[in-house]
């Protein structure tokens, strides 16, 4: 029994398909990078696997059971959580009382809700800009806020929406610790991102789309390798 | 200070009348109290959950015919329909909230206010029911003086304002606030909006019929152009939060004082006539540009207006 199943998907926009039958599967504890060119579908997949879309034909199952057509909220309960590409804090709470407000799904009463809080400010290195309004982080706190948000609901499964995108080197170090320290507390990751170093180090497999189809899946190793991802986008991204 | 503030004012308000106020302002605080409660009511559902509401007339009206229904149908005292109205008002607010939750932003503002409307049109053609437009009239006033009304609706005051800062102090109420603050964000960290948001609707409904069911056995009369009005109640709930602070423990109180002084003073220039509403108008302008927060939400910034207190350097 795999951990996530996503089972030959497909999404249809009227007469458009974001997604034409992918399938793949994620082991329980494992970095799976999801890459492809703008507009592959790799969010329309992310908006599947958490029930904002329902799949037009195919089936996501997690843990052995099926969680297509489950409301994103019952989604969340199972043990999936996400991050957005484009950042949706709570704009005018501080950083601390975002944190606290995911952090009430599995904690029983405010005490504990708030210890988790802190605890995830501490893991994220955002403890000392607990304070703040969050309207006025820069975009790499915002970034990360997003993923300790998505950590306080205690998910099993983390899907993160580009959280490395427009951040500087130095923050960039940092995400990709963070992100390894996530692995180490048992939480599988899923993972789209379109900084190629990055993607190539911190994942185990790799999944390509392009055009909503799967055209690869392996190692870093063997993607590097594959003609037809270099093809359809590192062979654009060298030439551009 | 600020940890006594609610406690000093309670203590305030409970000794006020002995000082054998007349019963013209009697029924000026009376009326003040009465539209914080509302205020606090509908902050809690659109001030904080963020789902405005144009229609809280519709709860409004259905906790008064809650109470005069009691009185003119069963014949028993119009009081029990304070206990009575939860269960009403809670029916209707889960069947508008079933309709009209499931809309967004200006959508659900307009079907809220559509519902006051319907329910207006209701009321009055139901003739047999809930005696048209004639209304209901209560008889025999349970007192005279004005005092224990005064302390009935400051008691209920006290209740919405305890309510409203517990539920907001705890999980419901971040939750509220990140309903408000992006909903699909808020579903995605395993947030039921549907039901929260049915929550909150449920809860300010319930308040605000507790102010309508305490309206009829204050006024002693009622009907539904005055308790399902659009803009007499409606639109002053709204304009009470707006004017207060919106997401404010205390915007309701401040709004409702000056909504209900302003509206005596505006109404007693004779030479305005109808042109009062005028001036709602304006004020809502300027309040929007000036203190989008509302006076409590802006305080510091309308003392810098007012030159209280200098510029920060």
Redesign the interface.
């Given at each position: 029994m795999s951990f996530l199943v996503i089972n030959k998907v497909s999404r249809f926009f009227g007469g458009l398909s974001a997604l034409t039958n992918v399938s793949f599967e994620i082991s329980k504890g494992d970095i799976v990078g999801l890459i492809g060119p703008n507009g592959a579908g790799k969010t329309t997949l992310f908006n599947v696997v958490?029930?904002?879309y329902k799949p037009s034909k195919g089936e996501v199952f997690f843990r052995g059971r099926t969680i297509s057509g489950l409301?994103?909220?019952?989604i969340?309960?199972k043990g999936i959580?996400?991050t957005?590409q484009v950042v949706?804090?709570?704009?005018?709470?501080s950083v601390f009382?975002n944190v606290?407000?995911?952090a009430?799904?599995r904690t029983a009463g405010?005490g504990e809700?708030a210890k988790l809080a802190l605890d995830i400010l501490q893991f994220t290195g955002l403890f000392e800009e607990r304070d703040t309004i969050s309207k006025g982080l820069p975009l790499g706190m915002r970034k990360r806020l997003e993923i300790a948000?998505?950590l306080?609901?205690q998910p099993e499964l983390l899907l993160l929406d580009e959280s490395f995108a427009g951040l500087n080197p130095t923050e960039l170090n940092e995400s990709i610790q963070i992100i390894r320290r996530i692995r180490e507390k048992g939480i599988t990751i899923m993972i789209i991102e379109h900084h190629m170093k990055v993607i190539m180090s911190i994942s185990d497999r790799i999944v390509v789309l392009n055009y909503g189809e799967k055209i690869a899946e392996g190692t870093p190793q063997e993607i590097r390798h594959s003609p037809l991802v270099v093809e359809a986008y590192l062979g654009e991204a060298q030439s551009a | 200070m600020k940890k006594y503030f609610p406690f000093i004012t309670l203590g305030f308000l409970a000794v006020l009348p002995l000082i054998g106020l007349s019963s013209y302002v009697m029924h000026i605080l009376i009326l003040a109290i009465m539209w914080s409660v509302i205020g606090m009511a509908w902050n809690l559902l659109s001030g904080y959950c963020g789902q405005v509401s144009f229609g809280h007339a519709a709860f409004f009206g259905t906790g008064a015919y809650s109470a005069g229904m009691l009185y003119s149908k069963l014949g028993i005292s119009g009081w029990w329909g304070l206990p009575a109205s939860i269960i009403v008002v809670t029916c209707f607010a889960l069947v508008i909230g079933y309709i009209c939750l499931r809309l967004r932003g200006p959508f659900f503002a307009l079907a809220t206010l559509s519902m006051g409307v319907i329910l207006r049109i209701v009321a009055e053609n139901l003739v047999d029911f809930t005696g048209g437009d004639l209304g209901i009239m209560i008889r025999e006033r349970t007192w005279v003086e004005k005092i224990w009304y005064y302390y009935i609706i400051l008691a209920i005051a006290c209740g919405t304002f305890i309510a409203v800062k517990m539920v907001i102090e705890s999980k419901l109420g971040y939750y509220f606030v990140a309903i408000r603050e992006d909903q699909d964000a808020a579903e995605s960290l395993g947030i039921n909006t549907t039901f929260y948001k049915t929550i909150a609707l449920c809860l300010s409904a319930v308040l605000t019929g507790f102010a309508g069911a305490f309206y009829t056995n204050y006024m002693g009369y009622i009907d539904p152009k005055v308790v399902f009005a659009l803009h007499d109640i409606s639109i002053v709930t709204i304009m009470v939060v707006m004017v207060g602070g919106v997401a404010t423990y205390w915007g309701p109180a401040a709004g409702a004082v000056i909504m209900v002084l302003l509206a005596e003073i505006i109404r007693s220039i004779p030479a305005l006539g109808t042109a009062h509403q005028t001036f709602f108008g304006i004020l809502l302008i300027v309040i929007i540009i000036f203190l989008p927060n509302g006076i409590v939400g802006d305080f510091s910034k309308l003392k810098r207006l007012v030159g209280l207190e200098r510029r920060p350097t």
């Open positions: 958490n029930g904002f409301k994103p909220h019952q969340c309960q959580a996400r957005f949706k804090p709570l704009q005018r709470l009382d606290l407000a995911s009430f799904l405010r809700a948000r998505a306080a609901t | -």
